[in-house]
């Protein structure tokens, strides 16, 4: 008896032993945190961050005259003088300049831009289109143009044109490749040294509610979604199409102003001492921009799993927010499963 309970006492010494020098998140099966991130074994990335805008992809982004749901110069960069000027460090110039080159047609003479988040053509049939990068392409100064998109709705009731807004994931519909349209598909943003992760299947948590995602586009960094990301995350439904501005003078702070749901807000040509507010009386037009992001507390799992796909940018099927929660399933996570891989994240 002396034997057993020497033999049991030396067994549990060892197992307050083995608890001391496991790793911290060993009881968890959480993998430990790197730069802000879990990467789970199998390939999946577990993180929590803001939820920024990203409206690419969606008809109203660009559109002439700058009034669309995004700035023009978040989706191109100057050539000044043979040299590639960042958009987002000169943003006052770049939309100036931007100005000067739509106003002349992107004619000979006018400012040339390195475009990224829009379609490029040629200034004019039998003119070949000008590379500012391997694939990219330059549009001003006679060495190409915007792509046209199709026409949407403006807060005034007119029919304007747009910008084919692109993003780096295309899907296939009715057997065409096309980019995928961020006021209908939930997407996410992940940084451009990352892109080998576009495709990927993902799951969203805000609040009690969950989405079902794909990584759509690039950017400077994670924590960017689509405008119907944020409207499921919001709202759980994917809400009418919001016209664009301009907002003239004349029908500032109406109702449709005011009833403004977010990720949209109006952004006054004056900035923001001249929003809607009692006792004042706005002095300039507005526009209507997809800013509206969410603060924080957004929680993401990005899987390493992808749907059916033809080479890197490419999905062979119609993205559907069904199509998105069936090749979830279909790769074995449950809700369930995906809450308590969350769960390694800890309580906020």
Same mark, same amino acid.
């Given at each position: 008896?002396?034997?057993?309970?020497?033999?049991?006492?030396?067994?549990?010494?060892?197992?307050? =032993?083995?608890?001391?020098?496991?790793?911290?998140?060993?009881?968890?099966?959480?993998?430990?945190?790197?730069?802000?991130?879990?990467?789970?074994?199998?390939?999946?990335?577990?993180?929590?961050?803001?939820?920024?805008?990203?409206? /690419?992809?969606?008809?109203?982004?660009? #559109?002439?005259?700058?009034?669309?749901?995004?700035?023009?110069?978040?989706?191109?960069?100057?050539?000044?003088?043979?040299?590639?000027? /960042?958009?987002?460090?000169?943003?006052?110039?770049?939309?100036?300049?931007?100005?000067?080159?739509?106003?002349?047609?992107?004619?000979?003479?006018?400012?040339?831009?390195?475009?990224?988040?829009?379609?490029?053509?040629?200034?004019?049939?039998?003119?070949?289109? =000008?590379?500012?990068? =391997?694939?990219?392409? #330059?549009?001003? %100064?006679?060495?190409?143009?915007?792509?046209?998109?199709?026409?949407?709705?403006?807060?005034?009731?007119?029919?304007?044109?747009?910008?084919?807004?692109?993003?780096?994931?295309?899907?296939?519909?009715?057997?065409?490749?096309?980019?995928?349209?961020?006021?209908?598909?939930?997407?996410?943003?992940?940084?451009?040294?990352?892109? +080998?992760?576009?495709? +990927?299947?993902?799951? #969203?948590?805000?609040?009690?509610?969950?989405?079902?995602?794909?990584?759509?586009?690039?950017?400077?960094?994670?924590?960017?979604? +689509? #405008?119907?990301?944020?409207?499921?995350?919001?709202?759980?439904?994917?809400?009418?199409?919001?016209?664009?501005?301009?907002?003239?003078?004349?029908?500032?702070?109406?109702?449709?102003?005011?009833?403004?749901?977010?990720?949209?807000?109006?952004?006054?040509?004056?900035?923001?001492?001249?929003?809607?507010?009692?006792?004042?009386?706005?002095?300039?037009?507005?526009?209507?921009?997809?800013?509206?992001?969410?603060?924080?507390?957004?929680?993401?799992?990005?899987?390493?799993?992808?749907?059916?796909?033809?080479?890197?940018?490419?999905?062979?099927?119609?993205?559907?927010?069904?199509?998105?929660?069936?090749?979830?399933? /279909?790769?074995?996570? =449950? +809700?369930?499963?995906? %809450?308590?891989?969350?769960?390694?994240?800890?309580?906020?």
């Amino acid at each position: 008896m002396f034997l057993s309970i020497h033999i049991r006492m030396i067994a549990a010494a060892l197992a307050v =032993s083995a608890i001391l020098t496991a790793p911290a998140d060993a009881a968890t099966k959480c993998p430990k945190a790197a730069h802000g991130r879990r990467v789970f074994p199998d390939g999946a990335i577990l993180m929590r961050t803001e939820l920024a805008v990203n409206p /690419d992809g969606t008809a109203a982004s660009y #559109v002439p005259g700058d009034h669309g749901y995004t700035y023009v110069a978040n989706g191109v960069n100057l050539i000044d003088k043979g040299e590639k000027r /960042d958009c987002l460090d000169n943003f006052t110039l770049c939309r100036r300049k931007w100005k000067e080159a739509e106003t002349a047609d992107f004619a000979p003479g006018s400012p040339e831009f390195c475009v990224f988040a829009l379609e490029a053509v040629p200034y004019k049939a039998g003119i070949p289109q =000008s590379k500012c990068e =391997s694939d990219r392409y #330059v549009v001003g %100064n006679g060495k190409g143009r915007p792509k046209l998109g199709k026409k949407v709705s403006a807060f005034d009731g007119s029919e304007v044109d747009t910008y084919l807004s692109t993003t780096s994931l295309k899907h296939t519909v009715d057997k065409k490749p096309v980019y995928v349209d961020s006021a209908a598909i939930p997407g996410l943003v992940v940084p451009r040294g990352q892109s +080998s992760l576009l495709g +990927s299947l993902a799951w #969203v948590r805000y609040g009690d509610r969950e989405v079902f995602a794909i990584v759509n586009d690039t950017g400077p960094k994670f924590g960017e979604g +689509s #405008v119907a990301l944020h409207q499921l995350l919001r709202y759980g439904a994917i809400q009418p199409f919001q016209p664009i501005g301009p907002i003239w003078l004349d029908q500032r702070c109406t109702k449709a102003e005011l009833d403004l749901k977010a990720p949209f807000l109006s952004k006054p040509d004056d900035g923001e001492d001249d929003l809607c507010k009692p006792g004042h009386v706005t002095t300039s037009a507005s526009d209507i921009r997809a800013y509206d992001g969410i603060g924080g507390h957004v929680v993401t799992i990005i899987l390493a799993k992808k749907p059916p796909m033809k080479g890197k940018r490419l999905v062979t099927e119609e993205l559907t927010i069904d199509h998105l929660h069936q090749w979830v399933l /279909d790769a074995g996570y =449950s +809700s369930d499963k995906l %809450n308590e891989m969350a769960s390694c994240l800890g309580k906020k």
